[in-house]
């Protein structure tokens, strides 16, 4: 894993979640959240946090998403800002223009789209 000082993200477990979206879940429309959040199902539509998102393993995300920090194990479609923090990981597949302070594409993921990062 990469040395990263935002660390603790990629170690939270399932507690650490306000809400997760099941992976025999669909959902489409907009989603607002402060909390954490996870996604194992299906969204299609927008999503705003205000805190930490994670698309888990086998997740499929068609959604521009706003969030603090962005953990990409599944499938995203859709632009992505990242307040802090947009990490892709090696399982992970996102189509779409990325905007954060700090971006880690892992080897082994798939990225397509345009990177801009910001102070």
């Known amino acids: 894993m990469y040395d990263l000082k935002d660390s ?12 997760i979206v099941e992976d025999d879940i669909s959902f489409t429309g907009s989603v607002k959240i402060k909390k954490p959040f996870m996604i194992r ?11 930490d998102l994670v698309i888990d393993t086998g997740a499929v995300v068609e959604a521009d998403i706003t969030a603090d920090r962005v953990l990409i194990r599944g ?13 892709v990981a090696s399982t992970g597949t996102l189509n779409g223009d990325i905007k954060s302070q700090k971006i880690v594409l892992e080897p082994g993921s798939e990225f397509t789209g345009k990177c801009t990062m910001v102070k």
């Open 41 to 51: 199902g299906k969204i299609k539509g927008h999503i705003d946090s205000e805190s």
């Open 8 to 19: 603790d993200f990629f170690d939270m477990d399932e507690d650490a979640f306000d809400t």
């Open 75 to 87: 499938k995203v479609k859709g632009n992505v800002h990242g307040e802090k923090l947009i990490f």
